[in-house]
Nanobody, 116 residues
Framework: QVQLVESGGGLVQPGGSLRLSCAVS????????MGWYRRAPGKEREFVAA????????YYTDSVKGRFTISRDNAKNTVHLQMNSLTPDDTAVYYC?????????WGQGTQVTVSS
C-alpha cells in the first residue's frame, strides 16, 4: 500500500511564504513523477506543479511561475513546494500526487489560506 503524507499548510498573509512537503511511504515502486494540484472553493481541481523523478523536467501552471518552486529529495521519496509571494487566489486545498508504474496516488490534502 502506498501512502502520501503532506505537511506545511496553514494561514499566511498576502505576500508571505509557505513550504509544503509530501513524503511517500509503503510499497514504493519506481516513481515516475510527483507534483501538486489544488482545489479552491467553488472551483475545479487545478494542476500546480510537477517534477520528473529522474532528469530535470519541471512543470508549472502559468499563475505560479516565478513564485512557486518544486523540488525533490529522491533519497527520502519527498517532494517540496516552496510558495512565495502568496495571494488570496492561492487559497485552496493542495493535494500531492505520485505517479508510479502507470498509477496515480494521492495525499489527503493540506489547506493553504492566504488572508490578512
Amino acid at each position: 500500500q502506498v501512502q502520501l503524507v503532506e505537511s506545511g499548510g496553514g494561514l499566511v498573509q498576502p505576500g508571505g511564504s509557505l513550504r509544503l512537503s509530501c513524503a511517500v511511504s509503503g510499497s514504493i515502486f519506481s516513481i515516475n513523477a510527483m507534483g501538486w494540484y489544488r482545489r479552491a472553493p467553488g472551483k475545479e481541481r487545478e494542476f500546480v506543479a510537477a517534477i520528473v523523478w529522474s532528469g530535470s523536467n519541471i512543470y508549472y501552471t502559468d499563475s505560479v511561475k516565478g513564485r512557486f518552486t518544486i523540488s525533490r529529495d529522491n533519497a527520502k521519496n519527498t517532494v517540496h513546494l516552496q510558495m512565495n509571494s502568496l495571494t488570496p487566489d492561492d487559497t485552496a486545498v493542495y493535494y500531492c500526487y505520485a505517479q508510479m508504474l502507470g498509477s496515480i496516488y494521492w495525499g489527503q490534502g493540506t489547506q493553504v489560506t492566504v488572508s490578512s
